[in-house]
T-cell receptor
């Protein structure tokens, strides 16, 4: 089992460019999450999906969109990147028992 | 008050000492709490969960929950240099999401 995988690992964008961060899990989990992590700010929830076909806003959703493509995949899209979106992005998943969230390796995004 | 608050540190302890990490929480979170460890440049990994008042031990780690005072702590006994990392406290909400603290950076000095 690969667990939670994310692509790409690192990306540089210019202001105004768009991109999609991909996340997939092979643990048959219902819930999936996107976080951003900034120095001194901890992990902040951007969007989550409690089950296939549903998505909800988290703490910092502005400037992002998500798609729960199927049970395995949950993508995060930046339509028009801004320097304030420079961050490390983590995807996570959690099973129905709700014991813990499993995190992917992260995507480091730099917006110039 | 934020949902989960941690002393951001940094915290330095000598090898072999006890490291004590603390976290307070608000009424807006439920009664499930988690400690994650995050090495530099890596993703968070769960090391302890606690749901009931009192202590929970796992090897060198002990999580403590005090619901009356609304705090949760993590003790690391016999600290090792490999314990040097950032420790994140998290609390579950009613929607089954997690609120994370800002993390405490721990350095264990050989």
């Amino acid at each position: 089992n690969a667990g939670v995988t994310q692509t790409p690992k690192f990306q540089v964008l210019k202001t105004g460019q768009s991109m999609t961060l991909q996340c997939a899990q092979d643990m048959n989990h219902n819930s999936m999450y996107w976080y951003r992590q900034d120095p001194g700010m901890g992990l902040r929830l951007i969007y989550y999906s409690a089950s296939e076909g549903t998505t909800d806003k988290g703490e910092v959703p502005n400037g992002y969109n998500v798609s729960r493509l199927n049970k395995r995949e949950f993508s995060l899209r930046l339509e028009s990147a801004a320097p304030s979106q420079t961050s490390v992005y983590f995807c996570a998943s959690m099973g129905s028992a709700g014991e813990t969230q499993y995190f992917g390796p992260g995507t480091r995004l730099l917006v110039l | 008050q934020k949902e989960v608050e941690q002393n951001s540190g940094p915290l330095s302890v000598p090898e072999g000492a006890i490291a004590s990490l603390n976290c307070t929480y608000s009424d807006r979170v439920s009664q499930s709490f988690f400690w994650y460890r995050q090495y530099s440049g890596k993703s968070p990994e769960l090391i302890m969960s606690i749901y009931s008042n009192g202590d929970k031990e796992d090897g060198r780690f002990t999580a403590q929950l005090n619901k009356a005072s609304q705090y949760v702590s993590l003790l690391i006994r016999d600290s090792q240099p490999s314990d040097s990392a950032t420790y994140l406290c998290a609390a579950k909400t009613g929607a089954n999401n997690l609120f994370f603290g800002t993390g405490t950076r721990l350095t264990v000095i050989p």
